[in-house]
C-alpha cells in the first residue's frame, strides 16, 4: 500500500516567514495529494490540493509544489500569521480522488510573534 | 445539514464494552469514510462506503470493528469489547462525488477506554 512521510514533525518560524512542510511517498501511481490543517480540538480542513498533472499550485499565501519523479510534494506558506499555529497533513491517494487516502503523521506548526 | 456531525463527542468506556459512534453526513453526499486518529499522529483509514455499499473496510483493524450505512445516509461505527488501543478519535468523513471530491470531516468521537 501507500506510505507518506512528512517531515518535520514540528517547525517553528517567527511570524512573517515561510514555513516549508515537505511529504514523500511510495507509489508511483498515487496522483492526488492534498493538505488538511487542523487545529486543537478541531475537524481537520483542506487547505489545498495537486494533481499529478500540475507542478506547482497557488492561493494566495499557500502554495504546494509536486515533483512525481522524486515522489514529493511540498506546502509552502509565506508571510506567516498567527492564525497559521496548527496541525499540517500531508495526504497522497491512488484514486485520483478522495478515496483511500493515506496521511502523514502531522506537522505541528508554531508562529512566534 | 450544514456539516458532517459526529455523536457523540466524548465516550468513556470500560474495557470489554461495546461502543457505537453516529455519523450524519452532509446531505446528498455519496461517499462516507471512517478513519481513526490516535494522539499525535495522521487519520488513518479504516472503511469507505459509497451510498450503502461497503466498497473497502482493509483498514479496520480487528473483527471487533463494525461499520454500516444502511440507507446511503447516516453510518455507524460499532466497537465491541473494547480495548484500551482503542483509544482514539474516529473522524468521519464524507464527499459529494465518487472520485475526486473534497473530504468534508466531522468534529471526531474522542473515545477513552479505561
Known amino acids: 500500500g501507500e506510505n507518506v512521510e512528512q517531515h518535520p514533525s514540528t517547525l517553528s518560524v517567527q511570524e512573517g516567514d515561510s514555513a516549508v512542510i515537505k511529504c514523500t511517498y511510495s507509489?508511483?501511481?498515487?496522483?492526488?495529494f492534498p493538505w488538511y490543517k487542523q487545529e486543537l480540538g478541531k475537524r481537520p480542513q483542506l487547505i489545498i490540493d495537486?494533481?499529478?498533472?500540475?507542478g506547482e499550485k497557488k492561493d494566495q499565501r499557500i502554495a504546494v509544489t509536486l515533483n512525481k519523479t522524486a515522489k514529493h510534494f511540498s506546502l509552502h506558506i509565506t508571510e506567516t500569521q498567527p492564525e497559521d499555529s496548527a496541525v499540517y497533513f500531508c495526504?497522497?491517494?491512488?484514486?485520483?480522488?478522495?478515496?483511500?487516502?493515506?496521511f502523514g503523521k502531522g506537522t505541528h506548526l508554531i508562529i512566534q510573534p | 445539514g450544514a456539516g458532517v456531525s459526529q455523536s457523540p463527542r466524548y465516550k468513556v468506556a470500560k474495557r470489554g464494552q461495546d461502543v457505537a459512534l453516529r455519523c450524519d453526513p452532509i446531505?446528498?453526499?455519496?461517499?462516507l469514510f471512517w478513519y481513526q486518529q490516535a494522539l499525535g499522529q495522521g487519520p488513518e483509514f479504516l472503511t469507505y462506503?459509497?451510498?450503502?455499499?461497503?466498497?473497502?473496510k482493509s483498514g479496520l483493524p480487528s473483527d471487533r470493528f463494525f461499520a454500516e450505512r444502511p440507507e446511503g445516509s447516516v453510518s455507524t461505527l460499532k466497537i465491541q469489547r473494547t480495548q484500551q488501543e482503542d483509544s482514539a478519535v474516529y473522524l468521519c468523513?464524507?464527499?459529494?462525488?465518487?472520485?475526486?471530491?473534497?473530504?468534508?470531516f466531522g468534529e471526531g468521537s474522542r473515545l477513552t477506554v479505561l
Open positions: 468523513a464524507s464527499s459529494a462525488r465518487e472520485k475526486g471530491g473534497e473530504l468534508f
Open positions: 507509489d508511483s501511481a498515487s496522483n492526488y
Open positions: 495537486i494533481r499529478s498533472n500540475v
Open positions: 495526504a497522497a491517494s491512488l484514486g485520483g480522488g478522495a478515496d483511500g487516502l493515506t
Open positions: 446531505s446528498g453526499h455519496v461517499s
Open positions: 462506503f459509497q451510498n450503502e455499499a461497503q466498497l473497502d
